[in-house]
């Protein structure tokens, strides 16, 4: 019997989607990612017994060198391999992605794949403005920026700097250029900035831009993440509803991670991703490239997969296709938050790749 030519898993789970990240480094340290300020701190602190995240000016981790990062040719090689078993939508990521040198170059290798549909790129929006026209110009057609706070002290006291503007700024900017659509995610963190949910969502509507409300994810380098930490979907859909009429918006695919609607008598979409209190892992269609190599399948998965050493030990594409296709063949029924012995992956997301 012939194996599938795509890259199948054996819950028949058909990969289409993969994440790219380019660099773990990060120009932001947001409380739910990089938790180094003393606001972080303070924050834990005051509200549960999690241990707090390092003082301020403390390193939770060593950045990669250079050396160790994946290099164009690698990145697109892999890309390349993955395209040609099914896969037809990549997202650059990072860290910051645009921290990156070079990174116009990157996209316009990656825009002229065969059997690429969709490629796009998420930022926290903070350097976007200098390189706009640029990824513009290299073939990226869609963004979506990381927004958690309409408020500037709220915002420097979830990412750590001061840059709300720069990130509307930026926004303002991918809309004029045609990007489209304009996605901008919002982790929601009970007790920091719950309160924003209804002035986010009529923010959005303004603004022409699709919204999705994420809640947090155990994926911060402190490990200070805990349940009470989470704002469920359920309840943020409850906000949400007590304010606006929401009209269900149904998508013909079945691995969409967002549940979405839009606000009747407007075009305004908003979502509602709940890997915490409502699994998808059913309809996952994902797999991740972090910078420095590593296969994951599963974004809370423990286990990485080392690519660079097979790239780096010269194996041709056929070897890399197969290594792909085995590595697909296990990739994870489901996470396991909430499970007894659950153990959050080693590196953050800033590491692992959004």
């Known amino acids: 019997m012939t194996a599938p030519a795509g890259l199948v898993d054996s819950h028949g789970r058909v990969l289409r989607d993969l994440r790219v990240s380019v660099t773990d480094r990060c120009n932001f340290r947001c409380l739910y990612c990089l938790p180094e300020t003393e606001e972080a701190a303070n924050f834990y602190r005051t509200r549960y017994a999690a241990p707090p995240p390092p003082p301020h000016g403390a390193i939770i981790h060593a950045w990669r060198p250079r050396s160790e990062l994946l290099d164009f040719d690698e990145i697109t090689r892999v890309a390349r391999v993955a395209a040609g078993l099914g896969i037809t939508k990549l997202r650059v990521t990072g860290g910051e992605p645009l921290l990156r040198r070079g990174l116009p170059d990157l996209v316009a290798r990656l825009a002229r794949l065969p059997g690429v549909e969709d490629l796009a790129m998420t930022t926290n929006g903070f350097l976007?403005?200098?390189?706009a026209r640029a990824l513009r110009g290299a073939g990226l057609r869609r963004v979506s920026f990381s927004l958690d706070s309409l408020e500037p002290e709220n915002f420097r006291r979830l990412t750590g700097r001061d840059g709300l503007?720069?990130?509307?700024?930026?926004?303002?900017?991918?809309?004029?250029?045609?990007?489209?659509?304009?996605?901008?995610?919002?982790?929601?963190?009970?007790?920091?900035?719950?309160?924003?949910?209804?002035?986010?969502?009529?923010?959005?509507?303004?603004?022409?831009?699709?919204?999705?409300?994420i809640e947090f994810m155990p994926l911060d380098a402190a490990r200070a993440w805990q349940r009470e930490h989470v704002m469920p979907g359920r309840d943020i859909l409850a906000r949400l509803r007590a304010a606006f009429e929401l009209l269900p918006v149904l998508s013909a695919r079945a691995s969409e991670t967002a549940r979405r609607w839009r606000l009747a008598g407007t075009n305004a979409e908003l979502g509602i991703i709940a890997p915490v209190s409502e699994p998808f892992c059913g309809h996952c269609d994902r797999l991740r490239l972090t910078a420095d190599g590593q296969l994951r399948t599963c974004l809370f998965s423990r286990a990485e997969h080392d690519l660079k050493a097979l790239l780096r030990a010269g194996a041709d594409d056929a070897a890399l296709a197969a290594r792909l296709r085995e590595l697909v063949r296990h990739k994870e029924d489901r996470h396991h938050i909430g499970e007894a012995g659950f153990e959050p992956p080693a590196r953050s997301m800033s590491c692992i790749g959004g």
């Open 128 to 131: 976007f403005r200098a390189h």
């Open 165 to 213: 503007a720069e990130v509307l700024a930026a926004i303002a900017l991918a809309q004029e250029l045609g990007f489209a659509p304009v996605k901008v995610n919002a982790v929601i963190i009970r007790g920091l900035n719950d309160h924003e949910i209804v002035p986010l969502a009529r923010w959005a509507a303004g603004a022409g831009v699709t919204l999705r409300f």
